[in-house]
Nanobody, 125 residues
């Protein structure tokens, strides 16, 4: 399974950005996909996830500003990010697993088997 994250860039505070994660080698409807990010000098952290059954989950710090969705026909997962803040600056990674994860396991990066290369999001004026 290969994942390709894209859509990052430089954006001003308050603006929006949409990241994409193209999944190859596995039908998207058979995997759970998570988004993680690693800011400068920080540990990588969970951001959001979409489960194959359709449920979505978010970390508290991004809930309401970020929306994760999937297009099974395009085998692509999206992360819509609104009202971006400087503290959202990070490399964003998408990850996938064939294992059906329970909700409490979505946040643990060790539960994901496949990772994309990351895409850099910089929020700055």
């Amino acid at each position: 399974v290969q994942l390709q994250a894209s859509g990052g860039g430089l954006v001003q505070p308050g603006n929006s950005l949409r990241l994409s994660c193209a999944v190859a080698g596995r039908t998207l409807s058979t995997v759970d996909v998570g988004w993680f990010r690693q800011g400068p000098g920080k540990e990588r952290e969970f951001v959001a996830a979409t489960r194959r059954g359709g449920g979505t989950h978010y970390t508290d710090s991004t809930k309401g500003r970020l929306t994760v969705s999937r297009d099974n026909a395009k085998n692509t997962v999206f992360l819509q990010m609104n009202s971006l803040r400087p503290e959202d600056t990070a490399v964003y990674y998408c990850a996938a697993t064939q294992t059906r994860l329970i909700v409490s396991s979505l946040k643990n990066e060790d539960n994901y088997d496949y990772w994309g290369q990351g895409t850099l999001v910089t929020v700055s004026s």
